[in-house]
C-alpha cells in the first residue's frame, strides 16, 4: 500500500461548479497537510497548509483534515477556468523529520466555461 | 519580489555529458530541496540541505551531485551515470523551524539529445 494515494483524474467540472479533491494515507505519523496547485509547465505553489483536524478556510479554498480516517480534502467552491491545474496534496511527520514531503500523484482538474 | 529562480528552463543533454541545473533563493531560507517529476508521478526527493556545506541524500540521489557553498544558491548536478535523467526537475526551499512549508521554483525540464 502506497503512503499516499490520491486519484489522478482527470476531473472535469462546469464553471461555478464545488470541487472536491481527496487523499488518503496509511501513515498515522503524518502531522503536517499541505496542498499545492501546479499548472502545466510550473512548479508547485502552495495553497494550503495545515496541521491539526478540522477545517482551514482561505477565500474559495477548504482544506479537511481527518486524522481518524487518514483521509484529507480540499474543496474549491465557485470553481473558475483559472483553477485548472494539477493539485497535489502532500503531508510530513514534522519534527526532524519535515525535510521529508510525500506527494501524491497529482489530480488533474480541468474547469470549463 | 522573495523567491526561487532556477536555470535554465530547457536544458539538453548529450550522451556521456554532465549538465548542472542552478537553483537561486532570495527567501533568505535554511533549507533547499532537489524534487525530480516525472508524467503521472508524485515528487521524488533527489537531495536536500538543512545548512550550508551539509546536505543529504532523498530516495533517489544516484546519479546526481549537489553543493551547498552559500545559503541562497544549491545546484544540482545529473552525472552521465544518470541513465534516465529526462525529467522535469523542482527545487524548493524552506524557512527556519522544523514547521516551515516548502516553497518552489519554478523547474527546468532536460530532455536527452
Known amino acids: 500500500q502506497k503512503e499516499v494515494e490520491q486519484d489522478p483524474g482527470p476531473l472535469s467540472v462546469p464553471e461555478g461548479a464545488i470541487v472536491s479533491l481527496n487523499c488518503t494515507y496509511s501513515?498515522?505519523?503524518?502531522?503536517?497537510f499541505m496542498w499545492y496547485r501546479q499548472y502545466s509547465r510550473k512548479g508547485p505553489e502552495l495553497l494550503m497548509y495545515?496541521?491539526?483536524?478540522g477545517n482551514k478556510e482561505d477565500g474559495r479554498f477548504t482544506a479537511q483534515v481527518d486524522k481518524s480516517s487518514k483521509y484529507i480534502s480540499l474543496f474549491i467552491r465557485d470553481s473558475q477556468p483559472s483553477d485548472s491545474a494539477t493539485y497535489l496534496c502532500?503531508?510530513?511527520?514534522?519534527?526532524?523529520?519535515?525535510?521529508?514531503?510525500?506527494f501524491g500523484k497529482g489530480t488533474l482538474l480541468t474547469v470549463n466555461p | 519580489d522573495g523567491g526561487i529562480t532556477q536555470s535554465p528552463k530547457y536544458l539538453f543533454r548529450k550522451e556521456g555529458q554532465n549538465v548542472t541545473l542552478s537553483c537561486e533563493q532570495n527567501?533568505?531560507?535554511?533549507?533547499m530541496y532537489w524534487y525530480r517529476q516525472d508524467p503521472g508521478q508524485g515528487l521524488r526527493l533527489i537531495y536536500y540541505?538543512?545548512?550550508?556545506?551539509?546536505?543529504q541524500k532523498g530516495d533517489i540521489a544516484e546519479g546526481y551531485s549537489v553543493s551547498r557553498e552559500k545559503k541562497e544558491s544549491f545546484p544540482l548536478t545529473v552525472t552521465s551515470a544518470q541513465k534516465n535523467p529526462t525529467a522535469f526537475y523542482l527545487c524548493?526551499?524552506?524557512?527556519?523551524?522544523?514547521?516551515?512549508?516548502?516553497?518552489f521554483g519554478d523547474g527546468t525540464r532536460l530532455s536527452i539529445l
Open positions: 524548493a526551499s524552506s524557512g527556519e523551524g522544523w514547521n516551515q512549508p516548502q516553497h
Open positions: 501513515n498515522s505519523a503524518f502531522q503536517y
Open positions: 495545515t496541521y491539526s483536524s
Open positions: 502532500a503531508m510530513s511527520v514534522g519534527g526532524g523529520s519535515n525535510y521529508k514531503l510525500t
Open positions: 527567501l533568505n531560507h535554511d533549507a
Open positions: 540541505s538543512q545548512i550550508v556545506n551539509d546536505f
